[in-house]
Each structure stands twice: as C-alpha cells, then as structure tokens.
C-alpha cells in the first residue's frame, strides 16, 4: 500500500509556467515551442489590449484549470519609461507613450 501511494505521489507533475518561442500565431491563439510544443494556447490580456505576438519572439506559458494560456512576450527591448508609465509598440516601429504628466507621445510627437 505505501509503495502505491509514493509510486502515485512522485510520478504526477504539476503544470508550471515556461516560456518559449513563438512558431506561429492566429487571431486569437498562439503555438509556443518551449520545454514541449504548446499548440493552440489562448492570448491573455488586459481588457481592451489586444495583440498578435509575432514569431520568434520568447512567449510565457502558463497554467489555467488544466490547459495552458499566453500571458504575453518577454521583452528585451531598452526603454527609458518611468515607474507608472505605459508604452505601446508595434513590430513596425510605431509606439503610443502615455506619460505621468498626462502627454501622450505618438511616434516622438507629444500631444
């Protein structure tokens, strides 16, 4: 009996969080090859922020009842944003920058 319970207590693992690379990518899912292929994993993100990861770059995947979701990409880029500050920015170059004094910077304009 004590056999079967450790046998069963050490041979299931829990699901944890990895990150990996984007292959590919659809409107609203994202396949990420990281310590195994997660395929078809939902995009999470805040309310009213919507993206499409492009390929190459480096997805966190985490667990959710049982399945997987992507909670967004890990970023290396430098940026020179304040504690509170808000930057959003395309593949293409283009970038929104909410700032605290209330401006907003679009593509270097501030408005």
């Known amino acids: 009996m004590w056999l079967l319970d450790y046998i069963t207590k050490n ?3 829990s699901a944890v969080a990895s990150k990996g690379d984007v292959t590919s990518t659809d409107t609203n ?5 990281s310590a195994f292929e997660h395929r078809n994993v939902p995009i999470v993100a805040p309310f009213g922020v919507y993206y499409n990861p492009p390929v190459g770059e480096e997805s966190l995947v985490v667990p959710v009842n049982g399945s997987y979701v992507s909670i967004g990409v890990v970023s290396n880029e430098e940026h020179e944003l304040s504690s509170g500050e808000l930057m959003l920015c395309s593949k293409g170059g283009a970038k929104i920058v ?4 209330g401006s907003v910077v679009i593509n270097g304009k501030v408005f």
């Open 11 to 13: 041979s299931l693992k």
């Open 98 to 101: 909410l700032k605290n004094d």
């Open 29 to 33: 899912s994202v396949n990420v090859n």
